[in-house]
């Protein structure tokens, strides 16, 4: 099963601890208000990116067949729609940097300010992994 968790706290994997920078809050915008809100970003990420996730944490369960964990991710959309600065950490190595390759290619509808002009927004939003 994997959890796209928008609040809450996140535990480290059962495999591979390793010292980890702290993880911003779960669930922060980091940049002022935009069109874009955390919930239409996870509603996306469900919907569309979800499948590259899964894809990301299977090659861990291949080895590890009870890592349960959150990965925190972290990105910039900029005017465009398009994820940049995309980071995921907090998990085993090998599934932040499978995440954090595919956050590269994450779109989303354009944040505009309260103008109506495009600008950027940036999130910080747990992702809850543990096998199905």
Same mark, same amino acid.
């Given at each position: ?7 809450? /706290?996140?535990? $480290? ?8 920078? %702290? ?8 940049? +002022? ?17 979800? /499948? ?12 590890? +067949? ?19 600065h +995309? &980071?995921?950490?907090?998990?085993a ?6 995440i ?10 354009? %944040?505009?300010? $309260?103008? +109506? ?12 992994? &543990?096998?199905?």
């Amino acid at each position: 099963m994997l959890v796209l968790a928008g609040c809450g /706290g996140h535990a $480290q994997p059962e495999v591979a601890p390793a010292a980890k920078p %702290p993880a911003p809050p779960p669930t922060e915008v980091l940049v +002022g208000p935009t069109t874009l809100s955390p919930d239409v970003v996870l509603a996306k990420i469900r919907t569309d990116y979800m /499948g590259g996730v899964k894809r990301c944490y299977s090659v861990l369960l291949k080895n590890h +067949g009870a890592a349960r964990g959150s990965v925190m991710i972290t990105f910039t959309v900029d005017p465009a729609g398009v994820a940049q600065h +995309g &980071e995921a950490h907090g998990f085993a190595d090998l599934v932040d940097h499978c995440i954090t390759t595919q956050i590269a290619s994450w779109k989303f509808p354009v %944040p505009k300010d $309260q103008t +109506g002009t495009p600008t950027e927004a940036s999130f910080a939003l747990p992702l809850h992994l &543990e096998p199905e």
